[in-house]
C-alpha cells in the first residue's frame, strides 16, 4: 500500500502491487477473487428460481386442498399452470419480501459487529461465516420444502435468519476492497471493477437457466449444486492472500489492511481500549460518519446516487416472479428467458466496457472522471428505459426487448465505483491518512447500498402485491417506481462537480 515500505513490488508491466501479499501479482489476486465471487454467487442464484417453485408449489398444494380437491393429482401435487392465480401469487410475494427483507436486516445489523471479527481474527473468518449463512438457507429451502408434512409453507421464512453471520453487504465490501487495493491506477481498477460486475450480473441471471435445466431433471438438485459450490469456496478462501500465514506481524500495517469493516481507531484485539462491543460501534460509526462530512458534497452525492440505484435495482429478484405471474409462464421458462439478458450483460462487462476503459479516446477525454460521470449518466437514461419498457410490457414480444436494454444499463457500477478514489470525490492528503481513509470508503458505499436494498426489498413485494391485486398496468407498478429512481439517480450524478 502507499507509504507502507520502500519497496513496492510491481506487476509483469511495471505497475505498483497493492495486493495484500507482498509476492502476489494483482492478475492472480484477481483471478482468486473472480473465482470466489463465481462459486457464491452461482450458489445463489441457482437457489433464487427454484426457491420460487418450492414455496409456489406448497402454496398452491394448500390452496386447493382447501378450495378445490378436484385438482389435486394422485401424489399430491397440483400442475404448474394453476398456480398462477392471484391468491397464491399474492402469498408467494409476501413471503419472498419477507424473506429479502429479513436477510437484508441481520446482514446490515451486524456489519460492523463482525468488522471486529474482521479485525481480531481475520478477513476469512468473516467470510467463512458468510458461506455457512448461505448454506443453511439453501439448506432450510430443501428441509422445509422435503418435509412438507413437518413444517407449514410460511416456516420457509426462516431460512435467512443466520444473515447474522454477514451478508451481502459483508460478503461485497471484503471483495471489492480487495480487489481495490491490487492497483492504483484508475483504468485498471476500472477494468477488475467490470470483472467482477460482469461476474456478479452475468451469474445472477445465467444461474435461472441452469436452475431451469436442474430443476426440470430433480426439484432439490439445484440446491444441491449450490452447497456444493459454497463447500468448494472454502479452499478458495483459504488460500486468499490475507490468511493467517500471509498476515503480516506489524499491527499497524494490519490494521490498514483489515480495516475495511473495522475502525482504525478502535482496535478488537485491545479490549483496554474499548468498555463494550456497543460503545464500539457507536464510536465506529462516528469515525464513518466523520469520513463522510469530511468529504467534499461531491462524496454525498455519490452516495446518494448508491443508494438510489440499489433501491432501483432491488426489482431484479423480482423478474422471475414478474415475468412468470404476468405471462402465465412456468418459472423453468422465466429461467430460460432471463439467459437471453445475461448475454447482453456479458459481452457489455466483459468485452465492451474493458476495450472503451483502454481505448486511447477514454484515456485522453481530459478528465476521466468526466469521462466516468458521462458514462454513469448513459447507463441511467438505458435503465430508465428498460425499467419503464418492462413496466409497460402487457405482452412478452414488448418485455424481451426492454430486457435487453435494460441490461445495458448494468455497466453503471464499473463508473460509480471508479469515482470513489479521485480527486474529486476523495481528495488526496498524507499517505497514512489516506491509509485509514480509503479502507472505509466501500464498507460506506455497501452500507449505504445495503440501506437501499433494505428499503427496496418490502417495497417492491409490496408494490408487486398490490399490483396483483389491481391487475392490469399495475402490475408494472414496482418498475415505475425503479425507472423514476434511475431517474432522480441522473440528477444526483449530473450535479458532481469533476475536476
Known sequence: ???????????????????????????????????????????????????????????????????????????????????????????????????ETTWIVGDFIMTIPLGFVAQSR???????????????????????????????????????????????????????????????????????????????YVVALLGPALGSATMSIILWLPFL???????VAVPVILGLSFSPGHAPSDPDTEEQRQGLLSSPVLKAQDSQKR???????????????????????NFSL????FFLTSLASSDTKLLVQYISGRYHWTFASAGYLLSGKAVVNFLLLSV???????????????????????????????????????????????????????????ALP???????????????????????VDSHIFSIVMLVKTVGSLLGAPLMAALWVHGITTGGLALGTPYFVSGTCYLIAIGTISSIKAL
Open 1 to 99: 500500500m502507499p507509504g507502507s515500505g520502500a519497496n513496492v513490488p510491481t506487476d509483469d508491466d511495471g505497475e505498483p502491487s497493492f495486493s495484500h501479499s507482498p509476492g502476489q501479482p494483482p492478475a492472480r489476486g484477481i483471478r482468486s477473487v473472480l473465482l470466489l465471487l463465481l462459486l457464491v454467487n452461482l450458489a445463489m442464484s441457482l437457489y433464487q428460481l427454484p426457491l420460487n417453485r418450492v414455496v409456489e408449489r406448497r402454496l398452491c398444494r394448500d390452496y386447493y386442498s382447501s378450495t378445490d380437491p378436484t385438482k389435486l393429482q394422485p401424489d399430491g401435487s397440483v400442475d404448474e399452470s394453476l398456480c398462477k392465480i392471484p391468491e397464491v401469487q399474492q402469498s408467494l410475494g409476501s413471503i419472498q419480501g419477507v424473506m
Open 352 to 410: 465492451i466496457v474493458p476495450r472503451v476503459l483502454r481505448s486511447p479516446r477514454f484515456a485522453g477525454s481530459g478528465s476521466i472522471d468526466r469521462a466516468n460521470i458521462k458514462f454513469a449518466n448513459l447507463c441511467l437514461v438505458v435503465s430508465v428505459m428498460g425499467a419503464m419498457g418492462i413496466a409497460v410490457a402487457a405482452e412478452i414480444w414488448i418485455l424481451v426487448p426492454s430486457l435487453f436494454v435494460y441490461a445495458v444499463g448494468s
Open 414 to 436: 464499473i463508473f460509480t465505483l471508479s469515482l470513489l478514489k479521485s480527486p474529486s470525490i476523495s481528495p488526496r492528503k498524507s499517505d497514512d491518512e489516506n491509509s485509514n
Open 302 to 305: 455519490l452516495l446518494f446516487s
Open 275 to 297: 468498555d463494550s462491543v456497543f460503545h464500539s460501534v457507536v464510536a465506529h460509526l462516528r469515525v464513518l460518519l466523520d469520513i463522510i462530512t469530511g468529504h467534499p458534497r
Open 122 to 200: 481475520g478477513r476469512h473468518i468473516v467470510l467463512l461465516l458468510n458461506l455457512i449463512s448461505r448454506a443453511f438457507m439453501i439448506s432450510w429451502a430443501v428441509i422445509v420444502g422435503y418435509f412438507d408434512q413437518i413444517f407449514p409453507p410460511n416456516s420457509i421464512i426462516a431460512g435467512p435468519i443466520l444473515s447474522f453471520l454477514g451478508g451481502d453487504c459483508v460478503f461485497n465490501s471484503i471483495t471489492y476492497a480487495l480487489v481495490s487495493e491490487l492497483t492504483d491506477d484508475p483504468v485498471r481498477r476500472a477494468t477488475y471493477f467490470g470483472y467482477m460486475s460482469s461476474i456478479s
Open 225 to 231: 449444486l449450490g452447497v456444493g459450490l459454497l463447500l
